[in-house]
């Protein structure tokens, strides 16, 4: 039924007093698909005819879909690599209404149990649910991630046969091959939360990622690929646009398991579990013999997917496996804890000779996997590794100005708290074992500072929330320690922006912080952001410099207990916070409400606030508009920013 780009995609016919309705489930959305019906069958074309189909071959303009939408047609017929093994999910109903047995068939029922459930028998490890509303304004911004995220899909037009359930973008052209594990941080959110678009969406990403990116047969059979131009690569003759890898390629740092393994938990989906173990089997053959440490990412997801194969299916061999890992990353680590390396030239800026030491986002991966292997064993050498660890990533690349840390050892590389949740994993985890204030003190900042700006671009989204849930748990677990030692909780208020009618000055008020042992609160200390200071429950400040601020309050009781919370201030330059409110509308680029004549493409990045424009044409007639409420009729002055 239906025709064009967007057809229902199911055909019907009359047998005797009954209908039977074939239903490719999910049909426009892995295009090209054809379904007709002739006098003696109907007939489903998984891959159509397209001799006679005209698509765009223009594959190295930035300014064109092509090298996004038809990398894999090829005058007239199909180019798809060895290896690929693309499934079509199709369904017969005998004696149901075609629509709504199309309904069923596109947005199946699922069952599940309560995120409570979940919780109580750790069927997805240790998590916080959301409705213990540990952290808000993480359900907040993971909510509003989730909404834009699946609203990207039809900006960047991320469909097609070989497109569907992975995300576009990957350093400007490349499909992202679901990097950090898009459908466990999915499933991670679908547990805690009860929501199923998360689960929805984490089963497109699963099966996208199956079926494209996993290798089913030949040299490289279990193999994954990672991010790359048409999912595997060597489509085209070049870069696009000097951008994205032309080429694909392998590596067990772009590898991950979790998500199969969890997938199989939640629908018995045995394909899940032949492609986790078939993974888990290449990557162990690999390095079985002779297994040497190269760097912590390397060494990181190798063993948390290994962990996780030997959670699925029992067998001692991924365990054994797993062992050799962290007999290696042991022998390893360096005196100051951080696996001591010197670093390649995208870790270091500076003339050679570069600095020493390490990625932290490198670090982290490798204390989320020794975190998995002590749960499974229960190793006492493993606090140890994890402790130092931790405290490396502390005292070589913290910054306590942007409550993050910095990229990498290299003093001039950038900072932000962009990856606290990708190191807080194993550092959260082992405090359980080695309490550290610093370390809490740390831990606690990182979380205000990165968990109410979760991004939706894909590897931002898959990034921020991977561990999340379980770094939850164990924030809620000092929570509960310190409601017993009676620590103070400061309270800075909501988020802030200071646009029209906000005036010269911007007013905290912490009145809602408290003690929660015998104490009373003696001391309110407020860093502004902007190099200044203040004391007092409520105070103002006057912000001369537009821009974001990160506000921080220090609460202090008479035990001597301190606790911090942070916000987030953004103020419009002075003159326009002096303005009537009533008087003035204002409009942001990023917020158009059409445009033609080209297209503007929005993400959002890591370490930016809200969306930004990445692209746009340059071409006289690529025309935006926006949509604007006028107050009242009148002359009115135009202020433009560009």
């Known amino acids: ?75 007239g017929s199909y180019k798809l690599k060895a290896g690929c093994s693309k499934r079509q999910e199709i369904w017969l109903t005998f004696g149901v209404e075609p ?75 490349n499909w992202g091959n679901i990097e950090y594990d898009t459908q466990h941080a999915f499933f991670m959110q679908f547990a805690r939360s009860g929501d199923w678009r998360w689960l929805r969406a984490g089963e497109e990403a699963e099966r996208h990622n199956q079926d494209v990116d996993t290798v089913w047969a030949g040299p490289n059979k279990g193999l994954v690929y990672a991010h790359c131009l048409g999912h595997v690569g060597d489509y085209l ?11 694909g390629g392998f590596t067990v740092s772009h590898t991950w398991c979790e998500g199969h393994a969890e997938y199989y938990y939640l629908t018995g989906d045995r394909r899940a579990r032949d492609t986790a173990v078939m993974i888990a089997d290449a990557y162990a053959r690999k390095n079985e013999a002779n297994y040497e440490f190269t760097n912590c990412r390397d060494s990181g997801w190798h063993l948390i997917l290994q962990c996780a194969v030997y959670e699925l299916t029992g ?55 020794l975190k998995s292997y002590h749960l499974l064993t229960g190793e006492p050498r493993v606090i140890d590794i994890l402790y130092k660890g931790s405290k490396f990533l502390i005292e070589d690349m913290w910054v306590p100005s942007v409550h993050g840390f910095r990229y990498t050892s290299c003093p001039k590389s950038s900072a932000g708290y962009w990856s ?48 999340t849930p379980r770094i939850l748990y164990d924030m809620e677990r000092l929570d509960r320690e310190e409601v017993t030692r009676g620590v103070p909780v400061a309270v800075a208020g909501p988020n802030q922006y200071l646009g029209p009618g906000a005036g010269d000055l911007a007013r905290f008020d912490a009145s809602g912080s408290h003690d929660r042992g015998k104490g009373r609160l003696v001391a309110y200390t407020w860093d502004f ?13 006057r912000y001369e410099q537009p821009g974001q601020y990160r506000v921080v309050l220090t609460v202090k009781d008479d035990q001597g207990h301190t606790a ?24 942001e680029a990023e917020s158009f409400a059409g445009q033609g004549g080209g297209e503007v493409q929005l993400f959002e990045r890591v370490a930016t606030s809200g969306k930004m424009v990445t692209k746009w044409h340059q071409e006289v007639g690529h025309w935006l508009e926006w949509k604007l409420v006028v107050p009242s009729a009148g002359r009115y002055q135009l202020a433009a920013r560009y």
Request: aromatic share 10%; glycine share 8%.
């Open 99 to 173: 629509e709504a047995a199309a309904r069923a068939v596109n947005n199946p029922p699922f069952l599940a149990a309560e995120p409570a459930w979940y919780q109580q028998t750790s069927a997805f490890g240790e998590i916080s649910i959301e409705t213990q509303q540990a952290y808000p304004s993480y359900e907040t911004s993971t909510a509003k991630a989730l909404d834009e995220y699946l609203n990207s899909r039809e900006r960047n037009q991320e469909y097609g046969v070989l497109n569907f359930g992975d995300w576009y973008g990957e350093r400007g052209t």
């Open 529 to 541: 952001g902007d190099g200044q200071r203040g004391e007092g429950v409520k105070v103002t400040h």
């Open 237 to 247: 003759d070049a870069r696009v646009g000097d951008q994205g890898s032309r080429h």
């Open 1 to 75: 039924a239906g025709e064009g780009k967007r057809a229902a995609g199911w055909a019907a016919v009359q047998a005797g007093d009954s209908i039977v309705t074939v239903l490719p489930r999910d049909f426009w959305q892995h295009w090209p698909k054809g379904i007709a019906i002739d006098p003696a069958a109907v007939r489903l074309d998984l891959l159509p005819d397209i001799r006679d189909v005209s698509y765009g071959t223009d594959f190295y303009n930035l300014k064109k879909p092509d090298h996004r939408l038809y990398y894999l047609f090829d005058q």
């Open 420 to 467: 606290n949740t990708m190191l807080f994993e194993g550092m959260a985890y082992v405090d359980r074992f080695k309490p550290d204030a610093a370390v809490q003190s740390i831990l606690r900042e990182g979380c205000e500072a990165q968990l109410s700006n979760i991004q939706a671009f894909g590897k931002s989204l898959s990034m921020n929330i991977r561990a």
């Open 315 to 369: 067998d001692p061999y991924y365990l054994n496996m797993a062992r050799t890992i962290v007999d290696r990353i042991e022998e390893r680590q360096t005196a100051d804890g951080g696996w001591e390396r010197q670093l390649v030239p995208g870790h270091c800026t500076c003339d050679p000779p570069r600095h020493r030491g390490n990625a932290g986002f490198m670090v982290g991966v490798q204390l989320s996997g």
């Open 564 to 587: 911090r919370s942070i916000l987030t201030l953004t103020a419009a330059p002075l003159w326009l916070r002096q303005l009537d409110p009533k008087k003035v509308t204002q409009v």
